[in-house]
């Protein structure tokens, strides 16, 4: 089935959950989820797979067994492909994203010496710089200092603090989104953009871990 777009229902399902995360809340509104938020996503992700690949969602239900948050469900849905591209639906609306995220620690020690190769340190300086010039936020876990035996004066030591990096943007909740053509064309256009940020990463470290 193609995809149709997303409705106000979407939106107004994780507000409400945002408010009520319990099962009870969950239970009387899981018709809601199933029709205007997973349905969607899955006919949207297999649009995206022939240019981008496979796009997996993510499970639903959080993993509390290690947080101090008991809550049970995420206020979001999420889906991402293996090299890592990345979208998200929650209350505020559509975000996209792509990148490295939680490296192992084999793949930040890849990351690291090639952020300090004079080649590829400068290609990825050189994406980064683009995407921010382009509109989009580059983010991810950054130690505060700088990595051992890494002089202070390195021409790329705030890329060397970053143990994940990524871009993002997103777009608030609005009628547009049951344009299925637009959102579409929004997040094809989004990824073209990351897709050099994606690809390096995946030359250099690997694929990318999401969790669950």
């Known amino acids: 089935m193609a995809f149709g777009g997303f409705t106000g229902e979407a939106f107004s399902f994780y507000e409400g959950l945002q408010a009520d995360n319990s099962k009870p809340y969950w239970t009387s509104h899981k018709e809601t989820y199933e029709h ?3 349905e969607p996503l899955t006919e949207l992700c297999a649009e995206l797979e022939e240019e981008f690949g496979a796009v997996k969602l993510f499970r639903p239900y959080r993993d509390v067994r290690f947080s101090k948050d008991k809550s049970p ?5 999420g889906g991402h492909t293996p090299e ?4 998200q639906i929650d209350a505020d609306g559509l975000m996209v994203a792509g990148g490295m995220y939680a490296p192992t620690p084999g793949q930040l020690r890849r990351y690291r010496d ?4 004079d080649t ?10 683009d995407l921010r010039s382009a509109g989009l936020e580059i983010a991810g876990d950054r130690l505060k200092t700088r990595p051992r035996g890494t002089p202070p004066d390195h021409p790329r030591l705030d890329l060397l603090r970053h143990r994940s990096l990524y871009a993002h943007e997103g777009w608030p909740a609005d009628p547009w989104m049951r344009d299925p053509d637009e959102v579409l064309a929004r997040i094809r256009a989004s990824w073209r953009r990351l897709r050099p940020l994606v690809e390096w990463g995946h030359r250099h470290i690997g694929p990318v871990d999401f969790g669950r």
């Open 36 to 38: 205007h938020v997973r």
């Open 73 to 77: 469900y995420k206020t979001h849905q």
């Open 84 to 87: 890592g591209f990345y979208l």
């Open 114 to 117: 090639a952020v300090g190769s």
């Open 120 to 129: 590829y340190g400068r290609e990825l300086q050189t994406i980064v710089d």
